[in-house]
């Protein structure tokens, strides 16, 4: 099952990344003095003992006034992640006081009707005394003061924030049933395919973008295995979503895509991959979804110069996910629509894939006097030894001498050796490093 959420929400330039990357215990989220760096919500692991859970980086939420071309878009992300949450932590500048913008995040945070946890960042002295009624104005509930550059009471916040998160008493995952998300733009097929998957007249068909406004549901069966179908509404460009019932289309559709196992990202073979098909993956990617990319309509294309532009642009804009299996069909015709349910059974089963810690130590060692490491003033990374942690997606731990000489061309490196080893394709990994001395 998905993890709670928590959002970290704020105005421009209050230490939200920087907080983010105190409690993730990680350097992913981009910080700069300069207002609205973090303009797309990013997340990010989370665990304060034991308690696995996601935070939510957004983009700072300015006023509706904003002459910044991109505050629409970043209130909009703001909006969403606030929906998707389950705590927000909403964070103000302790060194300026409350604004009027600040008061404006109060009212879209109060809108939620989530628990809020108001934190006056930037005390770096824990001996400060708050004007506390000054905060009490913002209506969120008491503000706690703490540092995210120096950490003083983010370990309190952490406690906080874990005892109000959701227990996690849902009902234990049925494996035997594959949770399957259709999406994509508007107007690419998806309902469509899901037709043709169903052999049903289960969603509506129409040439207007935009006709499915919901994500349904419907189970069908192929080869014995059972197949839960769901068709999300089409996502468009941010910027674009105007309507409340658009705006909350999209929510669905991304909740749609944190209960799948196996997502299809449905992509129009005439237009070729766009750069919403880009976004659209890697928010599936973030989600930890296995994919499968269906390039649908492809009868429509008819010539080898289209062929070729459709490739094109596929290796050049989706090259960061290139373990996603690329599969040519027409959901009009039925051209491999049972290559699009074997990519995805073959998917899943990567997704929930088992590593022997016998054979991945194995890798490593057969890495390891192949002599590629990272050196760096002297110093030369050497990986002892690793263990799976992680299932859908896989989760490899790796205990090491110097995490921090741990970059991203030695992460690629592992990650395509291990995809060379075990048969990962159509799931995403993810790959964490750890000091030798450290607990598991």
């Known amino acids: 099952m998905p993890k709670p959420k928590v959002a970290i929400v704020g ?13 993730a215990v990680s350097r992913e989220a981009i910080v700069h003095e300069s207002r609205g760096v973090t303009r797309d919500r990013s997340y990010h692991d989370c665990d304060w003992n034991g308690r696995e859970f996601t935070l939510i980086d957004t983009g700072g939420i300015e006023s509706v006034r904003s002459k910044d071309a991109f505050a629409p878009r970043i209130r909009e992300q703001a909006l969403v992640a606030c929906d998707e949450a389950d705590v927000i932590v909403f ?4 060194s300026v006081g409350v604004t009027d913008e600040d008061e404006e995040v109060a009212r ?7 628990p809020v946890l108001l934190v006056v960042n930037k005390v770096d002295d824990p001996a400060t005394l708050l004007d506390s009624w000054n905060y009490y104005s913002l209506g969120v509930g008491e ?11 983010t370990g309190d916040l952490l406690d906080e924030v874990v005892a109000i998160l ?11 049933v594959l949770n399957l998300a259709i999406i994509g733009r508007p107007n690419v097929g998806k309902s469509s395919l899901a037709n043709r998957l169903a052999k049903t007249n ?27 179908l769901v068709d999300t509404a089409g996502m468009r460009k941010k910027t674009q979503v105007h309507e409340d019932v658009e705006y909350y ?22 237009v070729g991959v766009t750069e919403q098909d880009q976004k659209l993956l890697g928010m599936a990617v973030d989600r930890g979804c296995a994919v499968v990319i269906v390039l649908n309509k492809w009868d429509l294309v008819d010539t080898d110069e289209r062929r070729d532009h459709v490739m094109d642009s596929l290796a050049a804009r989706m090259g960061f996910a290139s373990w996603a299996p690329a599969i040519n069909a027409s959901a009009l015709t039925g051209r491999s629509i049972d290559r699009v349910l074997a990519a ?18 194995a890798l490593i060692t057969k890495i390891r006097e192949s002599g590629h490491t990272v050196t760096d003033k002297g110093r030369r990374l050497k990986v002892r030894y690793g263990t799976q942690t992680g299932r859908r997606p896989p989760a490899l731990t790796f205990w090491c001498n110097a995490p921090d000489l741990v970059n991203d061309n030695y992460e690629r490196f592992l990650e395509n050796r291990l995809r060379e080893a075990f048969d990962l394709e159509g799931t995403p990994l993810r790959l964490r490093f750890r000091r030798k001395d450290e607990a598991k």
């Open 202 to 228: 289960r969603f509506i068909v129409a040439d207007l973008s935009g006709t499915t406004r919901d994500a349904t549901d419907v189970m069908i069966s192929w080869k014995g295995r059972t197949i839960r």
């Open 143 to 153: 503000p706690r003061p703490i540092s995210a550059g120096h950490g003083h009471g």
């Open 249 to 270: 289309s999209l929510v669905r559709a991304l909740a749609a895509m944190d209960e799948a196992d196996v997502c299809l990202l449905v992509i129009d073979s005439t």
């Open 108 to 114: 879209v945070v109060r809108g939620a009707r989530k």
């Open 11 to 23: 105005r421009p330039n209050v230490g939200k990344s920087t907080l983010v990357n105190r409690l």
């Open 166 to 176: 959701p227990e996690g008493d849902e009902p234990e995952r049925d494996e035997s």
């Open 91 to 94: 964070v103000v500048d302790g």
């Open 344 to 361: 995805a059974l073959k998917a899943d089963a990567a997704h929930a894939i088992e590593i022997k810690t016998s054979q991945l130590n």
